[in-house]
């Protein structure tokens, strides 16, 4: 195959990724961002097969390529297809690791027989430029590695293990050991680029991996979505670093891709949430998965109620804005409530959603979430769109969410003080469904809850939501 065909295919692949991104931005049109997706990967995939045919001389490599990606696509999607849509940020942490570590593989391999990558001819040393960009790509690559690793375990929260604990991990001189960690890390990439020593190397990669580690914990469960999101940029980059030194255009267009979409949702979950990004890059968020107040909350009293009693507010009321939390993921009631919003529709009533851009657990979760109950898109709203018509709410059905409603955030020194929520306290009449009075990942007391106008329904969302349908009956 000729390198003029390749370079054609490769940047009418990379056109596909960039529509796909660009369909991505909005849900009416995410099916095909999806379709686009899939095609320019497709299109790169079968490219760069055609060409290690060419390279090879031979079907061999490919032979080995082709064992891989049944192997690895195998596996994949059968986790895929079991995962449940509560673990989805859990795999999507896997996925960010096991790109970091093929960024660290390809650059140990490009290392050692860089001739074999073309980047170098056989028994020559490889090009110092090609040298810097190996090293960064792996120090990068280590570090999304373990990183994602953490945040694996801290999403998952089945592991005992200290790291894997959703509280933050914090100590004196954290800081400052990130910051040598760091300064060691160029200096060793330095030395790679002037002796090419495998030593240098392996303290990049080492390196790299503890800081990765360094990096997340610190960070507590209530800023896991900005994480999830800030390890999808990390391995979008090293990806890209892998592609500069491979010189492979369809690997630094689509890290780069992946790298600044990943910071710039980055970006948008900071704000969302009152955090520095620069303090999120860094891994200094460390806000969030504060000490839970159970004590204080058992002595308060809340206004109890059944469906029934729900179901009775809701059929007198003109306007319903419901919000949709973690236990509404858990529960996997999306399905349910799409039912009993068709009822309320269809007796009058004016429903719509409201949508916080980090509620649940990692971002896009609740849209995810109604997306798949096929939901009606004119009747999400995001939160800047929605947050004015709550005073003019007859009810606010609150389903699994905390923080991202918690009146705190409105509280000079309260944790989340600063952090813009869905202002759900402003409706007439709240109705509020969870399991318990447990807190949220911030560890904070939900004032909300004990308001005069808030109804309390116990129970699992599903249960709950379909109990409230059936008396609309």
């Known amino acids: 195959m000729s390198m003029n065909l390749v370079t054609l295919l490769y940047l009418l692949a990379s ?20 379709l686009f997706g899939m095609a320019g990967m497709a299109i790169a995939v079968v490219t760069t097969a055609a060409l290690i045919t060419s390279i090879a001389g031979s079907a061999l490599g490919l032979g080995w390529v082709m064992i891989g990606m049944l192997v690895g696509g195998g596996i994949g999607s059968v986790i895929a297809y079991r995962v449940e849509m509560t673990k989805m940020p859990e795999l999507v942490a896997f996925m960010h690791s096991m790109i970091g570590l093929v960024a660290v593989f390809i650059a140990v391999a490009a290392t050692e027989e860089p001739w074999a990558f073309q980047i170098t001819a056989h028994g ?30 801290k999403l998952s929260g089945k592991f005992r293990f200290r790291l894997f604990q959703g509280a933050p991990m914090q100590f004196k001189g954290q800081h400052m050991l990130n910051l040598l960690l760091g300064l060691l890390s ?16 392996i303290l990049v990669i080492g390196l790299g991996l503890l800081l990765g580690v360094m990096l997340i914990i610190p960070i507590g469960g209530a800023d896991m979505p900005v994480v999830v999101s800030m390890l999808n940029s990390y391995s979008g980059w090293a990806a890209a670093g892998i592609g500069f030194s491979l010189n492979n255009s369809m690997l630094i267009i689509a890290g780069s891709l992946v790298g600044s979409s990943g910071a710039i949702l980055s970006y948008i979950m900071c704000k969302a949430m009152n955090r520095s990004f620069v303090s999120v890059i860094l891994g200094g968020l460390g806000g969030g998965g504060g000490s839970d107040i159970a004590g204080a909350k058992a002595q308060r009293n809340v206004k ?38 068709q009822k309320l529709v269809s007796m009058g009533v004016q429903v719509k959603y409201a949508i916080h851009p980090v509620a649940g657990r990692m971002p896009g979760h609740m849209n995810v979430l109604l997306a798949e109950a096929e939901v009606p898109y004119d009747q999400v709203f995001e939160m800047e769109d929605i947050n ?31 952090m813009p929520i869905l202002e759900a306290f402003k409706a007439k009449t709240v109705i509020v469904n969870k399991r318990s009075l447990a807190s949220g990942y911030a560890g904070l007391d939900n004032e909300l809850f004990y308001m005069e106008k808030t109804m309390m329904v116990f129970g699992d969302a599903k249960k709950v939501v379909e109990d409230m349908g059936k008396t609309l009956d």
């Open 388 to 418: 004015s018509e709550f005073a003019q709410a007859d009810v606010a059905i609150v389903l699994g969410a905390n923080d991202v409603v918690n009146p705190a955030a409105y509280t000079k020194g309260s944790p989340i003080f600063g």
């Open 15 to 34: 056109v596909c990724l960039i529509h796909a991104l660009k369909g991505l931005s909005h849900p009416t049109t995410s099916i095909r961002g999806n």
């Open 304 to 341: 109890t109620g059944s469906a029934d009693d729900a179901a009775f507010v809701l059929s007198n009321a003109e306007s319903v804005i419901i919000v949709p939390g973690y236990g509404l993921a858990v529960a996997r009631a999306q399905h349910a409530v799409k039912e009993l919003a």
């Open 186 to 201: 160029i200096a060793f990439v330095v030395g790679f680029w002037d002796t090419q020593s495998w030593a240098d190397m």
């Open 124 to 153: 020559a040393p490889i090009p110092g430029g090609n040298r810097v960009e190996l090293a960064i790509g792996a120090f990068i690559g280590a570090a999304t590695f373990t990183g994602s690793i953490i945040a694996f375990g």
